[in-house]
Every structure is written in C-alpha cells, then in structure tokens.
C-alpha cells in the first residue's frame, strides 16, 4: 500500500487581515500559513505517509521573498528527513513574470533537493517511495499567454483559443495515460479549473477568469485517483476513479469563511483507492451582522458582538440601519471591545435601509423601470395632459434604447 498527503494551494506569503508579529517581525497572518503548514508536516509524518503530493501555488507572489523561499524549505526538509517524498506540481502562482525566468519552484529541481520532484512540464514521473514505486501524471497550470504566443493563435477569438487549449489539456491527459506502466499504480495531478467545481471569492481575487475544462479530459483509463488544485474548496467531482480537490489547508478571505480546511489522506494498494478528508483547523473568519434601530444602536451592535466574541477570529461588521440610527452608534466603545474580544477588524460594512416614511414617493427607487417611475411621478404632481406626456417619454424612451443597441 502507498499513502499519499494531497494538498495544493498553501500560498506562502498571504498577509491580509492581521499586523506585524512584534516577537518574530513577520505579519501574523504569515505565521498562521505556516502554522498550518507545519501542522500538515506534523500529522504526514505521524501518519506514516510515503507521498506528499502537492497541486500547485506553493506561494501568493510569483517572485516570493528569502523569507517565504526559507520557509517552505525548512518544512520540506522536515519531509525529506522523514524519508517522505515530495512532488511539487508548478501552479500559476508558481509560474515566472517572463518565459525566460526560472518559476518559484525550481531552486529545488536545480539543487536536486533529496526527495523532492519539481513537476514543470507535463509528464510522466515515477518515485520510489517507502511503500514502493508510484506514478505522477502532471499536468501543470496551462497559461493562455504561452497558448498564445504560439505560431499560427493571433487572430483567434478567446472562445476559440479556450477550446483548442481544453482539447490540449485532454489530449495530454491521454498520452500520459497510454504511457502507464500497467504494473505499477499510478496518480492524475494538475492545477486547473474543472467545469463543476464549486468555488468562493477567492476564484476572483486570487485565480481570475480561468479556462475550465470538463471532468471527461482528465478520467483517463489507469489512474487510481486524480489529484487537482487552484481550487480552494475540498470537493468531490467524481467517485471512478476519484477526482478531488484538496482544497488549501488555510482561509484566504471571508470568501472561505465557511469552508473547511485541511487535506486528503489517500490509500493505493492494488487497485483500490481509498481516501478522506482531513480537517485542520486554522484561524476563523466571523462576519457579525446586525440591524439597528431605536434609541441605543451602540448596545445593539454591541450586544451582537459580544455574541460572537472570539479571540482568534478575523471579523468583520456589517449594520444595516437607517441614515439617522447611525450617527448614534459610540464607534470608540465598539473599536475597545473588537480590539480586546477579536484578533483583527477587517471592516465595518455599512448598508443603508431605506426609509420610506421619509420618501415623497416609496414606490420610487432605482429597481423600477424608467418609464414606469415617471409614470408614478407625474401621477400625484396634479399636471395636466399626463397622457401626451407619457407618449412624448415613450417616443423618446424607444429612440434611446434604438441609439444604445445600434451605436
């Protein structure tokens, strides 16, 4: 049997949503990546496992500092003095600013880190672990911009060139898959958005828009499981064989704030593939909503607050309330009380309910259509001949949305 640590996304060097550590000089929220990072190292290694594979995006910047490169060098040594071998897979915060540059994980392929396999290009690896040899279909990030940069892709519609790189991703999936030694098992790795997959904010702050590509591309005959990262929820797509996503072991942002996080513990013994998921526990995200009103907003903020103190969490407020009920609220008795009962305050979000006993017309706000709202406006103005005004404005409505479509 081979047992293999999955897990993608640790993006060393995140420092939103915390300070400075004044003990160390790093930001805090550096020191909870590793934090968590370590904790995964820990549980490897009491685990017994032969294999951390890791999906791509080892750190935020494509350039990272000594500092971050020194980090993560530290925690896979620890693997490779356990005997455990790693596989490091290049994400698209992994890849270089240049196609000349070297990416952020190369350093350990130059070196010829013991135990460590950098996956640049897709191919077909084989590691002999502990538990015995295994083999590492990669398909790393596929970058439009070096797609694009080949001859013969100028002119192309960006539909077009999406469909030519999915049917790339499938093929390769293929000729990897032809390549098998049947005799030995064998493992899908990339980092890739797979049609499906369920994300949170995060897929805009940090992934972008992205070619997805359908789970088909990557069921290729002879893999006992399909490894995937970029995606930061743990999911399951498929059942035969498995595709997964590990998820990050960390929360990025309040996009996370519900999502477990952790990693996939997976077995391989002749065949049969077993996995679960293994929650770890990094620091909570608390988003407190409150809706004010009355003679004391500040005990009502205050009273929601208090319901949900937590000195680990990163929080953020948001109240809903009316212009006037604002001004009441003591945001210096609020800030002493976030600052002893919270780590960090991300934000104060303030979203105005309207009040319509102060509106001339509550009927009129901004969801009703143009000329339904003049139509309610000139009805309580007491003008006269309101029915040649109304087809006078459904002239001009018609030649205005006529100009939008044909310009």
């Not at 071998?85 to 990416?103: C, E, M, Q, R, T």
């Amino acid at each position: 049997m081979i047992r293999i640590l999955h897990t993608a996304d640790w993006h060393i060097g995140v420092e939103n949503y915390g300070r400075i550590d004044r003990a160390t000089g790093v930001h805090g929220r550096l020191l909870d990546f590793l934090s968590s990072l370590d904790l995964l190292v820990k549980q490897a290694i009491e685990q017994q496992v032969d294999l951390v594979l890791f999906c791509g995006d080892a750190f935020k910047n494509r350039e990272p500092s000594e500092t971050h490169q020194n980090a993560l060098a530290r925690r896979l040594k620890q693997l490779s003095d356990a005997g455990i071998k790693v596989f490091l897979l290049v994400g698209n915060h992994d890849l270089p600013n240049a196609a000349g540059k070297s990416n952020a994980l190369d350093i350990y392929r130059t070196l010829e880190v013991p135990g460590v396999t950098v996956g640049r290009h897709p191919d077909l690896y084989t590691i002999e672990t502990k538990g015995g040899p295994i083999q590492i279909g990669a398909i790393p990030y596929p970058s439009r911009s070096a797609w694009l940069a080949r001859k013969g892709q100028s002119g192309k519609t960006i539909a077009q060139l999406e469909e030519e790189m999915s049917a790339n991703l499938a093929a390769v999936a293929r000729q990897l898959s032809r390549r098998l030694n049947t005799s030995l098992p064998a493992v899908l790795c990339a980092h890739i958005t797979v049609d499906g997959a369920v994300a949170g904010s995060e897929h805009t702050i940090m992934v972008g828009k992205d070619l997805a590509v359908p789970a088909s591309a990557l069921q290729q005959p002879g893999f006992a499981y399909i490894a995937l990262g970029h995606i930061h929820r743990y999911q399951v797509l498929a059942d035969h064989p498995p595709l997964v996503y590990s998820g990050s072991h960390d929360r990025i942002d309040f996009g996370e704030e519900n999502q477990k996080k952790g990693y996939v513990l997976v077995d391989i013994d002749q065949g049969r593939c077993d996995y679960r998921f293994c929650e770890l526990d990094p620091r909570p995200f608390v988003t407190v909503r409150v809706k004010i009103g009355g003679d004391d907003p500040t005990g009502q903020v205050m009273a929601a607050l208090k319901a949900a103190a937590n000195a680990e969490a990163v929080l953020r407020l948001i109240v809903e309330d009316k212009a006037a009920d604002y001004a009441g609220i003591d945001h210096r008795e609020l800030r002493r009380f976030i600052d002893q009962n919270f780590y960090y305050l991300a934000s104060i979000n303030r979203q105005l309910v309207e009040d319509s006993e102060n509106l001339r017309n509550p009927n009129l706000n901004e969801r009703i259509e143009p000329l339904a709202a003049f139509k309610e406006y000139i009805k309580d103005t007491g003008v006269k001949d309101q029915r040649e005004l109304l087809k006078r404005a459904e002239r001009l409505y018609r030649k205005l949305k006529e100009r939008d479509i044909y310009q």
